[in-house]
């Protein structure tokens, strides 16, 4: 998403609030992996989910 943002020519409404919590999410799951050598469970547990299959 970060790069995605970088990356615009028009810097859309509200771009530099979502990379800001984009940034906070990625420390955040880097602090959680130093402290329990697992991805967060929100990212282990991810999928891509039903629609994937709709076709």
Do not use: F
Not at 30 to 49: A, I, T
Request: hydrophobic letters at 40%.
């Amino acid at each position: 998403m970060i790069d995605a943002l970088n990356a615009t020519r028009r810097t859309p409404a509200g771009a530099s609030e979502l990379k800001a919590w984009c940034e906070q999410q990625l420390l955040r799951h880097e602090r959680y992996v130093v402290e329990h050598l697992q991805d967060m469970p929100e990212v282990r547990y991810w999928s891509l989910g039903d629609w994937a299959e709709q076709g």
